[in-house]
């Protein structure tokens, strides 16, 4: 068997990571005291408009201003994620979060947007379509973002508002095409990556319950192109989530008049 790109290798073993760490959550907490919540959830998801530098050999260093971009996010695959929390036994108000999801981005082609720098050893300026510099812009197998962070709660009754703030890393799959020989397409750890949530959960039972967010993430991206050069934009993108969880360990608080029978 061929052995994987360096970047598909770096994208593989951080989602290793990641999976390792809602494991190791999960393994570290004791089923008499911890109380540890696996969560996966969908929704909708969709990224401001972002500046794009882009450097090749040949004489291209330019930038495309506020290039628009399209998440469809149910379309296949989807948006969608996975959430470990650990609620610390000494302040169970406080827990520990591994927050992984999977976005996508899709540049819209046919937008006219502001242009500067070179483009084949031409100046360029004005307004200039982004198709005429790129046959393909796009993080479609995802714009894959794992977080590493805390979450506070307010425990009443079944409802629990909570916060949470998050820091990792990017590893999207890069999908860029600025001419017919050279194609990049290959997953790449690209920059760091901070989110941040707010969201309130509803408990089903002593161990399962539903749950909704807002999230806002950013991820600052610089991938290296086949050929040479680089591609470098700064994404924010806005999430509305629903998820479904399952609580190990120790079982939610029992208030007098909430009954799960």
């Known amino acids: 068997m061929a052995p994987l790109p360096i970047g598909k290798r770096a994208a593989t073993l951080a989602f290793a990571g990641a ?31 972002s500046d ?15 290039v628009p971009w399209d998440g469809k996010s149910f379309e296949s695959p989807p948006y969608w994620g996975v959430r470990g929390i650990y609620w610390l036994n000494a302040n169970p108000n406080w827990g520990l979060m591994v927050d992984y999801h ?23 300026g ?15 197998d995802g714009l894959n973002e794992i977080f590493f962070g805390g979450m506070y709660r307010w425990q009443h009754q ?12 990017a590893f999207p799959h890069v999908e860029v095409r600025t001419g017919a020989v050279t194609r990049t397409f290959e997953y790449q ?23 909704g967010d807002y999230k806002l993430s950013y991820s600052s991206n610089t991938a290296d192109l086949n050929g040479g050069g680089t591609l470098e934009t700064d994404v924010w993108t806005n999430s509305f989530l629903l998820g479904l ?3 190990f360990g120790q079982s939610v608080p029992v208030y007098d008049d909430v009954s799960y029978k």
Do not use: C
């Open 19 to 49: 999976l390792a760490g809602l494991l190791a959550l999960t393994l570290g907490a004791s089923p008499a005291a911890a109380e540890f919540q696996l969560g996966v959830y969908g929704g909708w998801s969709e990224s401001f408009d």
């Open 52 to 66: 794009v530098d882009l450097v090749q050999p040949g004489g291209t260093n330019m930038v495309l201003n506020d």
């Open 245 to 247: 969880a399952y609580r």
């Open 126 to 140: 004005g307004r200039d379509r982004v198709g005429n510099t790129f046959d393909i812009l796009e993080f479609t």
């Open 102 to 124: 999977h976005a996508k981005i899709y540049s819209e082609l046919g937008a006219t947007v502001g242009v500067s720098g070179t483009r084949d050893g031409a100046a360029i």
């Open 189 to 211: 750890v690209t920059g760091v990556a901070v989110e941040g949530l707010v969201g309130v959960e509803y408990n089903i039972s002593e161990r399962v319950s539903v749950f």
């Open 158 to 169: 079944r409802w629990t508002p909570y916060v949470g703030l998050g820091v990792g890393f």
